[in-house]
């Protein structure tokens, strides 16, 4: 299994500009997760999807971010319009939830840097 | 705010040597999980401990769960440089898909 699958890896764009951040899933995985881990604030989890239906988006930072999982083998991260605080590393995890025990795998992780 | 707060932040210890890292939380859990993470690079999974276990080993890392002080531990024995990483204990509360990270212990071992 080739594990859970990011693109792009490194992204830099202007302030004001829309991003978009891409994941694939481990196959037969039910669960993904989007996160963003920086220096000040450590790993912080953005949404959840179970069976691509998103379960809690309470971390999102703000509307500006959405997320979507059109199926189980791709979601995508959108922040539109871009600020030089959305410099992060965005983190994709899948996982196979079977009623409360279960282990994360982790994508190489997007570097986004706004300028 | 995060459910697991790890420490200390940071260790620093010889080749040879045992590392220990600590994680609490505050609510009930289903199981906690430890991660470890290299620079640049995504967590990788390393054992995980359900709330009605108490301790558990993978090769060279020996995991305790106490339930009544909200507590865990993560032991590597004989550490090498190539165990230089971010540790992350993770856990999930009952009833739910979400699992909350600590800020993470760096340890360094020196060669």
């Known amino acids: 299994d080739a594990g859970v699958i990011q693109s792009p890896r490194h992204e830099v764009t202007e302030m004001g500009q829309e991003v978009t951040l891409r994941c694939k899933p481990i196959?037969?995985?039910?669960?993904l997760f989007w996160y963003r881990q920086t220096m000040m604030r450590g790993l912080e989890l953005l949404i959840y999807?179970?069976?691509?239906?998103?379960?809690?988006d309470s971390g999102m930072p703000e509307d500006r971010f959405s997320a979507k999982m059109p199926n189980a083998s791709f979601s995508t991260l959108k922040i539109q319009p871009s600020e030089p605080r959305d410099s992060a590393v965005y983190f994709c995890?899948?996982?196979?939830?079977?009623?409360?025990?279960?282990?994360?795998?982790f994508g190489p992780g997007t570097r986004l840097t706004v300028t | 705010s995060q459910q697991g707060e790890e420490d200390p932040q940071a260790l620093s210890i010889q080749e040879g040597e045992n590392a220990t890292m600590n994680c609490s939380y505050k609510?009930?859990?289903?199981?906690l999980q430890w991660y470890r993470q290299n620079s640049g690079r995504g967590l990788v999974h390393l054992i995980l401990i359900r709330s009605n276990e108490r301790e558990k080993h993978s090769g060279r890392l020996r995991v305790t769960l106490d339930t009544s002080k909200k507590s865990s531990s993560l032991l590597i024995t004989a550490s090498r440089a190539a165990d230089t990483a971010s540790y992350f204990c993770a856990t999930a509360y009952t009833g739910g898909f979400k699992t909350i990270f600590g800020a993470g212990t760096r340890l360094f071992v020196k060669a």
């Open positions: 196959s037969g995985h039910n669960s």
């Open positions: 999807f179970n069976n691509n239906v998103p379960i809690d």
């Open positions: 609510t009930s859990i289903n199981n």
């Open positions: 995890a899948s996982s196979l939830f079977l009623g409360g025990s279960y282990e994360q795998y």
